[in-house]
Nanobody, 121 residues
Framework: QVQLVESGGGLVQAGGSARLSCAVS??????MAWFRQVAGKEREFVAS???????DYAESVKDRFTISSDNTKNTVYLQMNSLKPEDTAQYYC?????????????????WGQGIQVTVSS
């Protein structure tokens, strides 16, 4: 049974940092990603990591967020620096077998339950 369990997040002041973790169990995946969603809006792509080496980022987080993985722990991380109030959202970890580069939510097969990150101004 595949499970993705997020941890980290919470309340952070603007300009601060936070790290999200996603522990994966059940199998390994070629592509891992983070998405985020604000109530009433569509889920949006944040970052992806293919084969634990090739990263892609949304323009809004480039140079501030870093996606990485620890294969020994089967865990994916999202290091978030220089956080802004507009980064406030529910963050979701996602896993896919195939990578197309389009970073659409529909291309990801498994999802975590989501974790809230709130950035105060």
């Amino acid at each position: 049974q595949v499970q993705l369990v997020e941890s980290g997040g919470g309340l952070v002041q603007a300009g601060g940092s936070a790290r999200l973790s996603c522990a994966v169990s059940g199998r390994t995946f070629n592509v891992m990603a983070w998405f985020r969603q604000v109530a009433g809006k569509e889920r949006e792509f944040v970052a992806s990591l293919m084969w634990s080496t090739s990263a892609d980022y949304a323009e809004s987080v480039k140079d501030r967020f870093t996606i990485s993985s620890d294969n020994t722990k089967n865990t994916v991380y999202l290091q978030m620096n220089s956080l802004k109030p507009e980064d406030t959202a529910q963050y979701y970890c996602a896993a896919a077998t195939y990578y197309t580069g389009r970073n659409l939510p529909t291309e990801y097969e498994y999802w975590g339950q989501g974790i809230q990150v709130t950035v105060s101004s």
